[in-house]
Structure formats: structure tokens, C-alpha cells
């Protein structure tokens, strides 16, 4: 009886961690394309090339005009707080219709982009 009761232990601890390793997420992925931009400090186009995904990442020199030409959507922010309150815009993907943001007189900058599946 003491061996079933090991047998089942056993197996239940082998189980146990299996559906732990199952349940540990993987980590982000990255767009596949590039955010091309108008820096805001020297007025020189720049390009962000197959950034990740899913994180609030700076906008080096800041962005004026962009076009999103990455198989994600990607969200601008005016700072480094990724929230809808500091939204500027969620560009489409794949430089399609919706994929282009320019700031235009008001001189927007975005800060920080998110770079999403949807």
C-alpha cells in the first residue's frame, strides 16, 4: 500500500510541476518591420527597426511624424506614461491606411510608443 501511496505522490509532484512549467509565461515577442519618424530634436528622419512588443519604449529624440510600417499597431504617447490619457494615436499596421501620424502645427511630440498585436 506504502508503494501506491509513493507511486501517487510521485506522480502528482511530476504533474504538479509540469502544469507549472506550462502556466509560465514567455516572454514578449517584437514587431517585425519599422516605425519610421521625424525627430523632434534635429529634425532628421529616424527609424525604430523590429521593436518589441507589449512594453512603453522611448521614442529616441522624439517623433514629430510617424509612419508604422510593422506588422503590430503601434500607439504614440506624449511622455513616458503609456496609458490612454497620454495617447496621441494608435497608428494601424503595415503602413495601410491609418498607419501615419503627423503632428502638424499643434508640434505634438510623442515620447514613447507601444507596439501591440491589436
Do not use: E
Request: with cysteine; glycine share 8%.
Amino acid at each position: 500500500m506504502s508503494s501506491r501511496l509513493t507511486t501517487l505522490r510521485t506522480s502528482l509532484a511530476i504533474g504538479g510541476a509540469v502544469m507549472m512549467l506550462v502556466a509560465i509565461p514567455t516572454s514578449s515577442s517584437a514587431a517585425t518591420g519599422q516605425l519610421q519618424y521625424l525627430r523632434a530634436d534635429n529634425n532628421v528622419q529616424d527609424v525604430l527597426d523590429d521593436p518589441p512588443s507589449d512594453s512603453c519604449r522611448p521614442i529616441p529624440g522624439g517623433a514629430v511624424n510617424a509612419t508604422n510600417r510593422t506588422d503590430s499597431f503601434a500607439t504614440l504617447y506624449k511622455n513616458s506614461v503609456c496609458d490612454a490619457a497620454h495617447a496621441i494615436k494608435k497608428l494601424s499596421h503595415n503602413g495601410g491606411s491609418g498607419a501615419q501620424w503627423d503632428s502638424g502645427t499643434t508640434l505634438v511630440v510623442a515620447d514613447r510608443v507601444v507596439f501591440t498585436a491589436t
